[in-house]
Every structure is written in C-alpha cells, then in structure tokens.
C-alpha cells in the first residue's frame, strides 16, 4: 500500500509539474500575443499617422501635340515629426493611344535576355526612350531631373543657375523652373478627388471603326485638371490639327466649338457626369456617342 501511495505521490508530483508547465507556456504565449498584438497595433497607428499626415500640391503645364508636364510635391511626417519630400517631374500624351520609343519593358524571369517592348498607353515620359541627340533619352534625362529635384528640394523659387550641374537635351530647363516656382507658389492640400482609379492621365477613345471621338484626362490626385476631347476623321487625321492648319470644314469648326463648351463645363465642375446640361446636342447624332463615352468613363471611375 506504502508503494502505491508513493506512485501515486510521484504521478501527482508529475502531473502537477506538467500542469504548471503548461500554464507557464499558455501565458507566455497569452502574454507574447499580447505583446505582438500591442505593438502591431501601435505600428498600425504610426502608420495611419505617417498616411493622415500626407500632403501634396501639384501643377501642370501644356507642351505640344497632346503633351503635358507636371510636377508634384508628396510630403509625410516620420516618428519624429519631420517632414519626408517625394518630388517628382513627369509628363503624358492625351491625344495618341501610342508613340514610338514609348514602352514598358518586360523582361521573361526564366529568360532575362527576352523582353518584350509593350506600347505605353497613353504614352508618358518615364517610358520615352525619345532622344535628339540619339544618345540621351527622355527617360534618362527625367530621372536626372528628378534626383536634382530630390537632392535640392530648395525652400525657394529657383532659377537657371540652380540647373547648372544638368545638361539638358530633351527638354527645356524653362519649364523646369516655371514648374517648380508655380509649385512653391501653391499651397498643400489633402483633398482628393473620385477619379484616382484613372491614375495619372488617361486616354479613352470609343470602340469602333472609322470616325471616333477620344477623350485624354490629366489628373490631379484623383480631380480633372485637364480634359481634352478630339475627333478622329475616317483617314485618321485629329479635328484639333485641322482647327490648327485651318483645313477644318464649317461643319468641324462647329463640332470643334461644341467640345470646347463640353470641356470648359467638365473643367469647371470637375465631373464627367453633364446631368441635365446640353440636352440639345445629346438628342444630336453628332454628339450621341461622345456623350455615351464621357458616361462610360464615369461609370468606371
């Protein structure tokens, strides 16, 4: 009987060390969640802070042949308060679905040496492999650009001297410092419009063979700052090229002065939506589809 008491003191010993055992691991692991759980939370809220804090102003300016420049400033607070800048210049084309030398390289992962060339749409300057001087490309010269921008952030309106260390070939250094002195001028903002789904430009043209309207968007952190409407006659030749070059028919430069009030209504309340406005062209076969497209880009935003 002694040896069974003793047994049975011993398995008691047993289980009550495994039992105390277990509880020590099961709060350790209560307490280590705890933990973990306190400091993501504490990450997730430095996080949302550094995204709350975010600001940005941006200014745009019209080159030529469907080209716009743009330059923007991002700036978030760190866990110190201070403040990051992203600064960046760049530029796209709303009037061609596609240009030569402008592409996306994509590389095969299995096979670096194959790449494939896919047309960027609509075209940008991040992917312009344009040169004047067959040496410098667009690409190259904009990230220079860019990291001057980035290394400077100057606190000041610029001029010419500031650019002394770049040698520009592709692009004017004129509008380097008209884009960055509109930009000290601007004030930050934090407001954001609907149409961020669309990026930053866009280039929507109908689905048809033929004679086709087009409409080319600049954005502004998800705002129209930039809507450019175009018909596109059976030979493939632009309406706004024949406004320009005076071929335009009295027919076209109607056409041509009904988008202009199209655009000028769009850039002045911010929406591609026209409600109740133009009832007379929409009942208008000249207008029918251009209306549908502009209803089509809403609809996807």
Known sequence: MRKKTLNQKITFIIISIVFIFIIFVSLNKIYTTYKQNLDKQKLESERNEIANSREWKK???????????????D????????????IRMDGCNIKYQTLDNNYVIYYDEENPA????????????????AS????????????EINDLLEQENWQRKI???????????????????????????????????????LGLCSLTKEEKEG????????????????IRIDFVDNNGIYLTDKMENGSATKEEKEIYSNIEKIENEIEKNGFLSLDNK????????????????????????
């Open 159 to 197: 001029n010419a001297a500031d650019l002394k260390s770049l040698t520009f070939v592709n692009f004017d250094y004129n509008d380097v410092i008209v884009l960055w002195n509109e930009l000290y001028d601007m004030n930050y903002s934090k407001k954001s419009g609907q149409y961020d789904k």
């Open 59 to 73: 200014t745009i300016i019209e080159k030529q042949d469907g080209w716009y420049y743009f330059m923007s400033i």
């Open 75 to 86: 700036r978030v607070k760190n866990e110190t308060s201070e403040y990051l800048y992203y």
């Open 114 to 129: 194959d790449f494939q060339k896919i047309p960027a749409t609509p075209p940008n300057l991040v992917n312009s492999y």
């Open 211 to 226: 004679n086709y309207y087009q409409v080319g968007l600049v954005l502004n952190y998800g705002t129209i700052a930039v």
């Open 278 to 301: 133009f009832s007379n062209l929409k009942k208008d076969p000249n207008y029918e589809s251009l209306f549908n497209l502009l209803n089509k880009i809403e609809s996807s935003k």
């Open 132 to 143: 004047k001087d067959g040496i410098k490309t667009e690409e190259t010269e904009l990230e």
